[in-house]
């Protein structure tokens, strides 16, 4: 599975930006797409998740300000990020875990820059 993150960018505090992973695969397939985040200097944490029935699950700090979302359609997964603070500021990753006979795969994609300032 390869996916391509798109859309991060610089925006001003309490705007918005809204991220795309495109999946190389039918994400049918894909039990879980999620999205982490790793500031510097932090380690890589996670930021929200779906799984393939449409479970969504948030981070305490973005609660409320962020949305998952996935498109079967488009083999897509979305990140609409709204109500943006400086602390969002980080590289944002997609990830995908596939789970096949009792095992988890995790594959990534290459991460984009989110920089929340004015």
């Known amino acids: 599975v390869q996916l391509q993150a798109s859309g991060g960018g610089l925006v001003q505090p309490g705007g918005s930006l809204r991220l795309s992973c495109a999946a190389s695969?039918?994400?049918?397939?894909?039990?879980?797409m999620a999205w982490y985040r790793q500031a510097p200097g932090q380690e890589r944490q996670l930021v929200a998740s779906i799984t393939n029935k449409g479970s969504t699950n948030y981070a305490d700090f973005v609660m409320g300000r962020f949305t998952i979302s996935r498109d079967n359609a488009e083999d897509t997964a979305y990140l609409q990020m709204d109500s943006l603070k400086p602390e969002d500021t980080a590289v944002y990753y997609c990830?995908?875990?596939?789970?096949?006979?009792?095992?988890?795969?995790?594959?990534w994609g290459q991460g984009t820059l989110v920089t929340v300032s004015s």
């Open positions: 990830n995908a875990r596939v789970s096949l006979l009792g095992r988890d795969y995790n594959y």
């Open positions: 695969t039918s994400i049918l397939v894909i039990n879980r």
